[in-house]
């Protein structure tokens, strides 16, 4: 199996929140260097002058200078900073990604040499997680790490979550991808705008062409429960994901010629599309 990564959107923002996180740290740790530094100046100060006003036998100056050494040790000492956890979207990002590599480890395993897996292809309608290209056709995939039992219910997914004793915790909520549109797409939508658009382009120079869309999930925990009417070809666990059968719902087949010309119209479009993405603020016609 060859692996080529396009984009790898999770990576570069747990890296940007790290730094933050580094940053913020760094900041804290200076103010506290500098607190510590000129608390322990002015103690030692307030000692020097109080040893002189003694050797001179100056008892005013003692009582005065006695009592401001004794106010500079009695000051509170600076609280080291420490550094922060990560925040609720951070620890979704690293979900995201474990649930990320849990996929390339079942592919890796199951996959031979004809087959190539692109990460992270995205064009204006967003990013498809892993692409499989191989004889057998075209697959995109959604990844989703969430523990819980997802259902859906008029185009809405939830989970409810379960507990480390595996009993359902009565906690729900709502899985998408809180865009700041406010579309706040399900699964099955996340996969099928841009497989959508990428299928159009795929079509121009493979008649016939169709994407068969997987959503897996990968938690340990993950449950499905109902989901009737949901818009993907498959919705699947990882460890029950069966691909031989995945590859055999695809009625599109491809010559080793053109998964080759398939990988590569795939890696142009994924390059045309994200410099139109980057110079119009994310933002593109359809024209990939």
């Given at each position: 199996?060859k692996k080529i990564?396009?984009?790898?959107?999770?990576?570069?923002?747990?890296?940007?929140?790290?730094r933050?996180?580094?940053t913020?740290y760094?900041s804290?740790?200076?103010?506290y260097n500098n607190e510590t530094?000129g608390r322990?100046?002015?103690i030692e100060k307030?000692?020097?002058?109080?040893?002189?006003?003694?050797?001179?036998?100056?008892?005013?100056k003692?009582?005065?200078y006695?009592?401001?050494?004794l106010k500079?040790?009695?000051?509170a000492k600076p609280?080291?900073p420490?550094?922060?956890?990560?925040?609720?979207?951070?620890?979704?990002y690293?979900?995201?990604?474990?649930g990320e590599?849990k996929v390339d480890e079942?592919?890796?395993?199951?996959l031979?040499?004809e087959?190539?897996v692109?990460?992270?292809?995205?064009?204006f309608?967003?990013?498809i997680?892993?692409?499989?290209?191989g004889?057998?056709?075209?697959?995109?995939?959604e990844v989703k790490n969430v523990?819980?039992?997802?259902?859906?219910?008029a185009?809405?997914?939830?989970?409810?979550?379960?507990d480390?004793?595996?009993?359902?915790?009565g906690?729900s909520d709502?899985?998408?991808d809180?865009?700041?549109d406010?579309r706040?797409?399900?699964?099955d939508?996340?996969l099928n705008?841009?497989?959508d658009?990428?299928?159009?382009?795929?079509g121009?120079i493979?008649p016939g062409?169709?994407?068969?869309r997987?959503v897996?999930?990968?938690?340990?925990?993950?449950?499905?429960?109902?989901l009737?009417g949901?818009?993907a070809?498959e919705?699947?666990?990882l460890?029950?994901?069966n691909?031989?059968?995945?590859?055999q719902k695809?009625a599109?087949?491809?010559?080793?010629a053109?998964v080759e010309?398939?990988?590569?119209?795939?890696?142009?479009?994924?390059?045309?599309?994200d410099?139109?993405?980057?110079?119009?603020?994310g933002?593109?016609?359809?024209t990939?």
């Open positions: 199996m990564i396009l984009s790898d959107h999770i990576t570069e923002r747990l890296d940007e929140m790290y933050g996180r580094e913020r760094a804290g740790m200076e103010t530094r322990q100046e002015k307030g000692r020097g002058l109080l040893k002189e006003a003694w050797d001179e036998r100056r008892p005013l003692v009582i005065r006695a009592f401001e050494y500079s040790r009695m000051t609280v080291a420490v550094m922060e956890l990560p925040d609720s979207e951070e620890r979704r690293l979900s995201g990604r474990e590599m079942h592919l890796g395993r199951l031979g040499d087959w190539t692109i990460a992270g292809y995205r064009n309608k967003g990013e997680d892993r692409i499989l290209v004889p057998p056709g075209i697959f995109a995939t523990n819980g039992r997802i259902s859906r219910t185009d809405v997914w939830m989970r409810n979550r379960y480390g004793r595996g009993r359902l915790t906690d709502r899985i998408a809180g865009k700041e406010g706040n797409r399900c699964p939508r996340q705008e841009p497989a658009v990428l299928e159009r382009y795929l121009r493979f062409c169709r994407i068969h997987t897996v999930f990968t938690h340990e925990r993950s449950r499905l429960g109902s009737e949901h818009n070809d919705v699947v666990l460890g029950d994901w691909l031989e059968g995945t590859f695809s599109f087949r491809m010559t080793e053109e010309k398939a990988v590569q119209k795939i890696q142009q479009s994924h390059r045309y599309m410099r139109i993405l980057r110079n119009h603020g933002t593109g016609e359809d990939a």
